[in-house]
């Protein structure tokens, strides 16, 4: 099984400010690796398909990038709306998730 | 418009099943795949396994290997997802999702991105 490790747990951001978070493989996964957001009581919603690729309807603030193991998720200028917790995924193997990372606005 | 609408929420008893659905609509049911996926509360998401249902082949997290059982129903464009031998640390809430599927290097069908969610199904299981 791969296993996907996300830093940080968490971080408390203001508004504006520029988010990055990172998710590494156990093993080289190309770049077959996804993020989702999932807002409190929602169900999650793709942001990034193969670590790049931005998701129909994703603001273009959110961006992907990295290959093989490490990878990154950036928010440029954050807003109060993306107050959420973020996960990454891969499809390199069967499928397995990253532990989340809780974006706070301060 | 792609919605995936779940069934509602269910309280088992310990060492029991629960049989979970997953209907569709808008777009092509047969040629994604179609996962599901769990969340215990406070917790992170964890994939438990998938069907093409074009094919009918399915792929299971090696965890539920043997416990959970999940069919598609083409005609009704509906998944569902069988879990057998219920104990209290499977209490969540369980996300059916759609997307698109791939060919692993065994040549073997394998569930790629999650493009749409169902609205999740509240499983407790409590004696």
């Known amino acids: 099984e791969i296993v996907l490790t996300q830093s940080p747990d968490f971080q408390s951001v203001t508004p504006k400010e520029k988010v990055t978070i990172t998710c590494r493989a156990s093993?080289?996964?190309?770049?077959?690796l996804h993020w989702y957001q999932q807002k409190p009581d929602q169900s999650p919603k793709l942001l990034i398909k193969?670590?790049?690729q931005s998701f129909s309807g994703v603001p273009s603030r959110f961006s992907g990038s990295g290959s093989g193991t490490d990878f990154t998720l950036t928010i440029n200028s954050l807003e109060a709306e993306d107050a959420a917790t973020y996960y990454c995924?891969?499809?390199?193997?069967?499928?397995?998730f990253g532990g989340g990372t809780k974006v706070e606005i301060k | 418009q792609v919605h995936l609408v779940q069934s509602g929420a269910e309280v088992k008893k310990p060492g029991s099943s629960v049989r979970v659905s997953c209907k569709a609509s808008?777009?092509?049911?047969?040629?994604?795949?179609i996962s599901w996926v769990r969340q215990a509360p406070g917790q992170g998401l964890e994939w438990m396994g998938g069907?093409?249902?074009?094919?009918?082949?399915?792929r299971y997290a090696q965890k539920f290997q043997g416990r959970v059982t999940i069919t598609a129903d083409e005609s009704t464009s509906t998944a569902y997802m069988e879990l057998s031998s219920l104990r209290s640390e499977d209490t969540a809430l369980y996300y059916c999702?759609?997307?698109?599927?791939?060919?692993?290097?065994?040549?073997?069908?394998?569930?790629?991105?999650?493009?749409?969610w169902g609205q999740g199904t509240l499983v407790t299981v409590s004696s």
């Open positions: 093993q080289s996964i190309g770049s077959s």
């Open positions: 193969f670590a790049s």
């Open positions: 069907i093409i249902p074009l094919f009918g082949t399915t």
């Open positions: 999702a759609k997307g698109p599927f791939y060919y692993d290097p065994s040549g073997y069908p394998t569930p790629e991105s999650f493009h749409f």
């Open positions: 995924h891969q499809s390199s193997s069967l499928p397995t």
């Open positions: 808008g777009g092509t049911f047969n040629n994604y795949s």
